[in-house]
């Protein structure tokens, strides 16, 4: 084991032997220790801090000797805000235990309640055990091993967009400084091979590192442009949102966006016998993939983060044939007489059929002196990879829908404080109600209602922001190292010709909202069928989807029965 290894705590009274057994599977790279009082497991958790470890692992038996299991919990949060929480009953009283902490677990007071195995191989207890480990691993501590290594300096903005890129893509990346044993050794490596040194260089899984001066440089040297009109790999579904994409003359379909929506399609269309490829201007994923933590998606009782279930779903299309490219942003959709041409920077796609599937980019918060801060301190969307940075500072978090709350919560495992700032009375009309309970337990996180961020600034990054209270008048300053910006939704659809009908917002309109004038023999297109024979919507893009991942998925989905009906001879 490690000397630094991080430390799984067994708090039990009566089981603590049982549960050490369980976890002997661990202790090669954990340090497992054991406690049999809340008190006592508390004086653990500091003599491990105190020590230089982290806490990875707080598990308990529901019942113990000086306190609630809930009221421990909490105190050992206080104390450990980035370890994941587990109760683990006996078998006597695990239908107990369900009811009598059922409420704690819907308001996020700890993470998962499992029944403590009774023998050897319990592998349903042990794989939620890793789920969680996993999840800790990879987001509250720098991973131990990277894919990819940046040399440059860490705080740089090209470096941090690269970095939060690749951890979006589920790469373990690691910053190295130039005068570093990593960075020496690949700045000698990239000048042998010729190159002229600058910084940031990055390399991935061994390969000769490049110089790159932007995020789509890195994403086209791992995976590849588009490939034009006439390469020789045959296709029979291109979806525009995630790797190489390859073509005959013609393909079947191009998919614009690799989000929920997207990556939904690519899974069924790819294994319903269409060849796919997946296109994507950014990260696999969407806002979706940005989600510290998804805890309402079906089938995932413990929660996914955004990004695992993005590369999740990124395999799953993989395995039946579908292929990706990342960093390619759509700039046209020449439309024609069932032929239709999918147009980026590195290729042309032409396709019999287009599913536009782009979904939404957060809005602009429009306040000059914090544009300038974007990449130092200030960051669009949750951000994931610099939340442990704000360890022992002030956030705020802008916005009042799931992905605010999500990112509130995971920020406020590492930052002093987070408030987030919402222009409504309250977040009953824009929140899922399980997110809204986990924000009121927290201690960190406080909602600033009736408000407005309308200035901000630093001396070379942010520090400090202008609150506005509209219900009040009264404009607060307040110190802070982190802003994040999620607010509103705008749809990536500028590229698209005007034969696209879109509606005031430019949301791509389907089924019965395309104008008339667009009806074929006097019918309404289908659902998910835009004013364009051939090209399709689903997910945020369409004007009158849910915004949600689990609707965004579904439409995904339904949308290649359409695909294959427009298909059919």
Known sequence: M???APVVLLVSEHHHALLADQFGRYAREYDVRTARSAAEAAETIRSARAEGRTVALLVHDGALPDAHPLLAFAEWRELV???RRLVASPYERFLDDSENLRHGLAAGKFDAHLLMPRGVRDEEFHGAVCELLSDWGSTAVA?????VRIVGDADATLERAISEYTGRMGMPT????????????????????????????VSLTGRPPIAPRDVRTVAAAFYGPPQPVGS?????????????????DTVDLAIVGAGPAGLAAAVYGASEGLSTVVVEADAIGGQAGTSSMIRNYLGFPRGVSGMRLAQRARLQAMRFGARFSTGWEVTALETGDGRHRVVTDGGTVEARAVVIATGV?????GVPGIEELVGRGVHYGSATSVAREMEGHDVVVVGGGNSAGQAALHLARFARSVTIVVRRPSLAETMSHYLIDEIRWNPRVDVAPCSQVVDGGGNGRLEWLDVHDTSTGHTTRREAHGLFLLIGAAPHCGWLPPEVARDAH???LTGRAVPEESWAAGMPPADLATSVPGVFAAGDVRAGSMKRVASATGEGASVISLVHAHLAP
Not at 186 to 191: I, L, V
């Open 2 to 4: 490690p000397t630094s």
């Open 81 to 83: 805000p980035t370890a």
């Open 143 to 147: 991973p131990e091993v990277d894919t």
């Open 174 to 201: 690691l910053v190295h400084a130039p005068d570093s044993p990593v960075g020496v050794e690949m700045t000698a490596a990239f000048t042998a091979a010729g190159g002229e040194v600058t910084y940031p260089l």
């Open 232 to 248: 020789t790999d045959t296709v029979d579904l291109a979806i525009v949102g995630a790797g190489p994409v390859g073509s005959t």
């Open 361 to 365: 980019a957060y809005r602009s918060l």
């Open 506 to 508: 430019g949301f791509v």
